[in-house]
């Protein structure tokens, strides 16, 4: 004769566990956590805030579509001009001489250390990688000042400017590397090993494993690698301050200088700018500018993540 189980209802049982033993301590830490989660969200509103509202007062003035489409950016003068062009142009043109060389070179570094270095090798080479991040800016900008321009690519061009946006756009890609070939590098390795073991028993090489099984399998995290470092290289200041220099020119001459957004930035909001003129407010404004573009890339990121990422689930 069998004796059937008692039911247990699952909702009583919670309820009489709750009951009897109360948790003060997950209470309290899901309290500081939804206070630490609030500090960043009302932090992140406050500087949109911040920027939103000056950036109004200036476009309210400054009609939007000249601001977007002019070509000459003089707020510092008498009679100022206010076309953002010659800062975006500089900012683009600089960025994707860093995007051309951190790339492919933080990809390789990647796919060496995730494929090919033996455990060893990868535990000396990667920390020794992730130092350049940790080399200040304004260390990477008088570098490319005083050496890369003034000894190496003078070398190359003679007529080159003393400020040029190749030097800051070079160095810039290797301040950025470390970026992409760590956040890479942890994508790869986090495929499964299963997938490279039965490419290797088909016949696979490692060269055909890793472009043709591995970095497909990690597109996802390879692509928010790609847009992080991209985007720290659009907001970087320091070093195109220093080797750019700070004359907004509307060229796609990379030997000449350029002034960028941050540039600009940094220089008009260390000068002594009345405050609540136009040219004060025109640092809202630019800053809004690069905040806009910022955002469209990280949504950009996400988007292409969520995509690759469901392929390979």
């Keep these: ?35 630490a989660a609030s500090v960043s969200i009302l932090t992140t509103v406050g500087i ?3 920027i939103v509202i000056p950036s109004i007062e200036f476009f309210s003035e400054v009609p939007v579509w000249d601001f977007l489409t002019g070509t000459v950016w003089t707020p510092l003068f008498a009679n100022g001009e206010f076309g953002v062009l010659p800062l975006v142009s ?15 070179l933080g990809l390789g570094a990647a796919i060496y250390l995730s494929e090919y270095a033996s455990m060893r090798v990868r535990k000396v080479l990667k920390p020794t990688l992730e130092v350049l991040a940790g ?14 321009t003034r000894v190496v690519l003078v070398r190359f061009f ?3 400017d003393i400020f040029n946006a190749l030097s800051a756009g070079l160095i810039m890609g290797i301040m950025i590397i470390p970026t992409v070939a760590s956040l890479s590098e942890d994508a790869m390795s986090a495929v499964p090993s299963g997938l490279r073991d039965g490419s290797y028993a088909l016949g696979a090489s490692k060269r055909q494993t890793a472009t043709d099984v591995v970095i497909p399998a990690a597109l996802s995290g390879i692509v928010a690698a790609f847009v992080l470092g991209i ?14 220099g700070l004359e907004p020119r509307l060229s796609f001459n990379p030997l000449e200088g350029m002034q960028t957004m941050t540039s600009y930035i940094a220089a008009a909001g260390a000068g002594d700018l009345a405050t609540g003129s136009m040219e004060y407010k025109s640092i809202f404004a630019v800053a809004l500018l690069l905040f806009i573009i910022t955002f469209a890339m990280n949504m950009i990121s996400i988007r292409l993540v969520r995509r690759y990422r469901q392929v390979y689930q």
Excluded: K, W
Excluded at 231 to 244: K, P
């Design 48 to 50: 949109v805030l911040s």
């Design 231 to 244: 985007s720290r290289a659009i907001g970087e200041t320091m070093i195109v301050t220093i080797a750019a």
């Design 90 to 104: 500089g900012t683009l043109m600089i960025t994707a001489i860093a995007t051309v060389v951190a790339i492919p």
């Design 135 to 148: 080399i200040p800016t304004v260390v990477f900008g008088f570098f490319a000042l005083e050496f890369l």
């Design 158 to 160: 003679p007529s080159i």
């Design 1 to 35: 004769m069998t004796i059937a189980a008692p039911q247990i209802n699952e909702d009583e049982l919670r309820r009489s566990l709750r009951q009897m033993s109360p948790r003060r301590g997950e209470a309290i830490m899901r309290a500081i956590l939804v206070v």
